[in-house]
Protein backbone atom coordinates (compact mmCIF):
# COMPACT_ATOMS: atom_id res chain seq x y z
CA UNK A 1 0.00 0.00 0.00
CA UNK A 2 1.62 3.21 -0.62
CA UNK A 3 2.60 5.81 2.30
CA UNK A 4 0.72 8.57 1.36
CA UNK A 5 -2.50 6.83 1.46
CA UNK A 6 -4.50 9.24 3.75
CA UNK A 7 -6.69 7.76 6.82
CA UNK A 8 -9.57 9.37 7.41
CA UNK A 9 -9.55 10.06 11.06
CA UNK A 10 -12.36 10.90 13.68
CA UNK A 11 -10.27 13.75 15.73
CA UNK A 12 -11.67 13.28 18.71
CA UNK A 13 -10.02 9.85 18.71
CA UNK A 14 -6.83 11.58 17.01
CA UNK A 15 -6.33 13.67 19.98
CA UNK A 16 -6.87 10.46 22.33
CA UNK A 17 -4.06 8.39 20.21
CA UNK A 18 -1.63 11.30 20.08
CA UNK A 19 2.16 11.05 21.49
CA UNK A 20 2.92 13.65 24.23
CA UNK A 21 6.89 13.75 24.07
CA UNK A 22 6.53 10.06 22.61
CA UNK A 23 9.98 9.92 21.55
CA UNK A 24 11.17 11.67 25.43
CA UNK A 25 9.03 8.55 26.86
CA UNK A 26 10.51 6.16 25.12
CA UNK A 27 14.06 7.78 25.87
CA UNK A 28 15.48 8.56 22.61
CA UNK A 29 18.52 10.07 24.01
CA UNK A 30 19.15 6.27 25.79
CA UNK A 31 20.48 4.30 22.75
CA UNK A 32 21.96 1.64 24.97
CA UNK A 33 18.46 1.20 26.62
CA UNK A 34 17.20 0.56 23.54
CA UNK A 35 19.83 -1.40 22.25
CA UNK A 36 19.12 -3.68 25.29
CA UNK A 37 15.25 -3.88 24.45
CA UNK A 38 16.28 -4.48 21.00
CA UNK A 39 18.62 -7.46 22.29
CA UNK A 40 15.54 -9.25 23.93
CA UNK A 41 13.44 -9.58 20.61
CA UNK A 42 16.15 -10.00 18.29
CA UNK A 43 16.18 -13.89 18.39
CA UNK A 44 11.95 -13.76 17.55
CA UNK A 45 12.48 -11.19 14.53
CA UNK A 46 11.52 -12.71 11.34
CA UNK A 47 12.18 -10.90 7.39
CA UNK A 48 9.23 -8.92 7.49
CA UNK A 49 8.39 -6.77 10.40
CA UNK A 50 5.59 -4.03 11.51
CA UNK A 51 6.39 -1.52 14.00
CA UNK A 52 3.40 -0.27 15.87
CA UNK A 53 3.38 3.20 17.08
CA UNK A 54 7.22 4.39 15.36
CA UNK A 55 7.22 8.01 16.77
CA UNK A 56 9.74 9.82 14.77
CA UNK A 57 11.66 6.18 13.89
CA UNK A 58 13.36 6.25 17.45
CA UNK A 59 13.65 2.96 17.88
CA UNK A 60 12.89 1.94 14.07
CA UNK A 61 16.87 3.01 13.21
CA UNK A 62 18.27 0.17 15.36
CA UNK A 63 15.74 -2.22 14.20
CA UNK A 64 16.59 -1.67 10.87
CA UNK A 65 20.31 -2.50 11.60
CA UNK A 66 19.05 -5.92 12.04
CA UNK A 67 18.58 -8.37 8.77
CA UNK A 68 15.05 -7.84 7.94
CA UNK A 69 13.79 -7.47 4.99
CA UNK A 70 10.87 -4.91 5.10
CA UNK A 71 9.47 -2.74 7.97
CA UNK A 72 5.89 -1.12 8.28
CA UNK A 73 6.19 2.07 10.58
CA UNK A 74 2.96 2.80 11.61
CA UNK A 75 1.90 5.62 13.51
CA UNK A 76 -1.40 8.14 14.04
CA UNK A 77 0.12 11.03 15.56
CA UNK A 78 0.10 14.39 13.24
CA UNK A 79 2.91 15.90 14.85
CA UNK A 80 5.79 12.40 14.79
CA UNK A 81 4.58 11.03 11.67
CA UNK A 82 6.12 13.97 9.22
CA UNK A 83 9.38 13.12 11.12
CA UNK A 84 9.30 9.83 10.63
CA UNK A 85 8.33 9.78 6.82
CA UNK A 86 11.23 11.95 6.41
CA UNK A 87 13.59 9.60 8.38
CA UNK A 88 13.22 6.94 6.49
CA UNK A 89 12.81 8.84 2.94
CA UNK A 90 14.55 6.96 -0.12
CA UNK A 91 15.21 3.82 1.86
CA UNK A 92 13.42 1.18 0.15
CA UNK A 93 12.86 -1.47 3.02
CA UNK A 94 10.68 1.06 4.74
CA UNK A 95 6.89 1.91 4.17
CA UNK A 96 5.37 4.71 6.66
CA UNK A 97 1.61 4.64 7.19
CA UNK A 98 0.07 7.25 9.16
CA UNK A 99 -2.72 5.08 10.69
CA UNK A 100 -4.21 3.61 14.00
CA UNK A 101 -3.39 -0.33 13.10
CA UNK A 102 -6.75 -1.02 13.84
CA UNK A 103 -7.69 0.30 10.98
CA UNK A 104 -5.13 -0.86 8.52
CA UNK A 105 -4.71 -5.00 10.15
CA UNK A 106 -7.03 -5.82 7.42
CA UNK A 107 -4.89 -5.14 4.55
CA UNK A 108 -1.94 -7.23 5.76
CA UNK A 109 -3.57 -10.29 6.87
CA UNK A 110 -1.62 -12.77 7.16
CA UNK A 111 1.63 -11.13 6.14
CA UNK A 112 3.67 -10.25 8.67
CA UNK A 113 6.98 -12.57 10.39
CA UNK A 114 6.89 -10.50 13.72
CA UNK A 115 4.83 -7.72 15.11
CA UNK A 116 6.08 -5.07 17.60
CA UNK A 117 5.11 -2.72 20.02
CA UNK A 118 7.81 -0.22 22.34
CA UNK A 119 5.88 1.50 24.76
CA UNK A 120 2.67 1.35 22.70
CA UNK A 121 -0.26 -0.58 24.23
CA UNK A 122 -0.52 0.92 27.35
CA UNK A 123 -1.78 3.60 24.83
CA UNK A 124 -4.32 1.67 23.62
CA UNK A 125 -7.97 1.94 25.75
CA UNK A 126 -9.19 -1.75 24.16
CA UNK A 127 -5.94 -3.97 24.61
CA UNK A 128 -7.94 -7.04 24.11
CA UNK A 129 -9.31 -6.41 20.36
CA UNK A 130 -5.72 -4.56 19.78
CA UNK A 131 -3.96 -7.81 19.78
CA UNK A 132 -7.02 -9.50 17.58
CA UNK A 133 -5.79 -7.05 14.63
CA UNK A 134 -2.35 -8.13 15.23
CA UNK A 135 -3.10 -11.58 14.94
CA UNK A 136 -5.14 -11.38 12.01
CA UNK A 137 -1.83 -9.65 10.66
CA UNK A 138 0.49 -12.20 11.33
CA UNK A 139 1.47 -15.18 9.50
CA UNK A 140 1.15 -18.60 11.35
CA UNK A 141 3.56 -18.73 14.17
CA UNK A 142 4.31 -15.47 13.68
CA UNK A 143 5.60 -13.40 17.04
CA UNK A 144 4.20 -10.50 18.88
CA UNK A 145 7.05 -8.33 20.44
CA UNK A 146 5.46 -6.06 23.72
CA UNK A 147 7.63 -3.53 25.67
CA UNK A 148 5.29 -2.26 28.01
CA UNK A 149 4.91 -0.11 31.66
CA UNK A 150 5.44 -2.45 34.50
CA UNK A 151 3.66 -2.00 38.25
CA UNK A 152 0.56 -0.36 38.79
CA UNK A 153 1.46 0.87 42.20
CA UNK A 154 4.21 3.03 39.75
CA UNK A 155 0.96 4.89 37.72
CA UNK A 156 1.37 8.54 38.46
CA UNK A 157 0.94 11.69 37.06
CA UNK A 158 3.64 11.37 34.39
CA UNK A 159 2.05 8.17 32.97
CA UNK A 160 -1.23 10.13 32.60
CA UNK A 161 0.33 13.21 31.15
CA UNK A 162 1.77 10.70 28.41
CA UNK A 163 -1.56 8.97 27.66
CA UNK A 164 -0.88 6.00 29.20
CA UNK A 165 -3.93 4.21 30.51
CA UNK A 166 -2.67 1.53 32.34
CA UNK A 167 0.82 0.05 33.54
CA UNK A 168 1.33 -4.19 33.63
CA UNK A 169 1.88 -7.07 35.78
CA UNK A 170 3.03 -10.70 34.32
CA UNK A 171 0.21 -12.58 35.36
CA UNK A 172 -2.26 -9.72 33.61
CA UNK A 173 -0.11 -9.58 30.30
CA UNK A 174 -0.17 -13.88 30.33
CA UNK A 175 -3.55 -13.70 30.86
CA UNK A 176 -4.12 -10.84 27.74
CA UNK A 177 -1.79 -12.58 25.35
CA UNK A 178 -3.07 -16.29 25.52
CA UNK A 179 -7.05 -15.29 25.70
CA UNK A 180 -5.65 -13.20 22.40
CA UNK A 181 -5.14 -16.45 20.75
CA UNK A 182 -1.09 -16.50 21.78
CA UNK A 183 1.18 -18.75 23.41
CA UNK A 184 4.05 -17.05 25.08
CA UNK A 185 7.01 -17.60 23.89
CA UNK A 186 9.02 -15.58 26.76
CA UNK A 187 7.82 -12.49 29.59
CA UNK A 188 9.67 -11.50 31.98
CA UNK A 189 10.29 -8.28 34.00
CA UNK A 190 12.54 -5.96 32.53
CA UNK A 191 14.91 -2.91 34.40
CA UNK A 192 14.49 -3.64 38.14
CA UNK A 193 16.68 -0.72 38.95
CA UNK A 194 14.73 1.60 37.78
CA UNK A 195 11.78 0.79 39.89
CA UNK A 196 12.73 3.10 43.07
CA UNK A 197 14.22 6.34 41.15
CA UNK A 198 10.92 5.82 39.42
CA UNK A 199 8.37 5.80 42.62
CA UNK A 200 10.19 8.48 44.09
CA UNK A 201 10.93 10.85 41.60
CA UNK A 202 7.30 10.55 39.51
CA UNK A 203 5.26 9.28 42.48
CA UNK A 204 6.37 11.07 45.34
CA UNK A 205 8.39 13.92 43.79
CA UNK A 206 5.65 14.24 40.87
CA UNK A 207 8.22 15.23 38.10
CA UNK A 208 8.36 14.39 34.50
CA UNK A 209 11.16 12.12 32.74
CA UNK A 210 13.57 14.51 31.40
CA UNK A 211 16.27 14.07 28.60
CA UNK A 212 18.90 14.73 31.22
CA UNK A 213 17.33 11.78 33.84
CA UNK A 214 17.16 9.42 30.29
CA UNK A 215 20.55 10.01 29.47
CA UNK A 216 22.42 10.13 32.80
CA UNK A 217 20.76 6.38 33.39
CA UNK A 218 21.86 5.38 30.14
CA UNK A 219 25.26 5.97 30.48
CA UNK A 220 25.51 5.06 34.48
CA UNK A 221 23.01 2.25 35.25
CA UNK A 222 21.89 0.79 31.47
CA UNK A 223 25.04 -1.02 30.47
CA UNK A 224 25.52 -2.35 34.04
CA UNK A 225 22.03 -3.49 34.81
CA UNK A 226 21.66 -5.04 31.06
CA UNK A 227 24.52 -7.36 31.48
CA UNK A 228 23.08 -8.46 35.12
CA UNK A 229 19.78 -8.76 33.68
CA UNK A 230 20.53 -11.17 30.81
CA UNK A 231 22.50 -13.62 33.30
CA UNK A 232 19.20 -13.29 36.35
CA UNK A 233 15.65 -12.48 35.36
CA UNK A 234 14.61 -9.87 38.12
CA UNK A 235 11.57 -10.32 40.01
CA UNK A 236 10.05 -7.54 39.42
CA UNK A 237 11.00 -4.31 37.60
CA UNK A 238 9.64 -1.07 35.55
CA UNK A 239 8.91 -2.40 32.80
CA UNK A 240 7.88 -5.76 31.24
CA UNK A 241 9.24 -7.14 28.16
CA UNK A 242 6.75 -10.14 26.25
CA UNK A 243 7.37 -12.30 23.11
CA UNK A 244 4.32 -14.48 22.00
CA UNK A 245 3.93 -16.28 18.77
CA UNK A 246 0.08 -16.60 16.92
CA UNK A 247 -1.34 -20.24 17.70
CA UNK A 248 -1.05 -22.72 14.32
Known amino acids: MPDDVCIAYDCRMLASIRYEGRDLEAMSLAPRYHSWILREFAPYLG ?20 PIDSLLAVEPSPEMYPLLKKRFLGDARVTCQRALFADVSAQY ?17 DDAKELQHVREALKEGGTLCIFVPALEWLFGEHDRSVGHRRRYYKKSMEELLENAGFEIVTIRYFDIMGVLPWFFLMR ?19 PVMSRLESLVAPPFGKNLVAVARKKR
Open 204 to 222: VMKRKLTENNAALYDALVV
Open 109 to 125: RGQFDSIMYVNVLEHIA
Open 47 to 66: KRVAEVGAGSGTFSVPLLRL
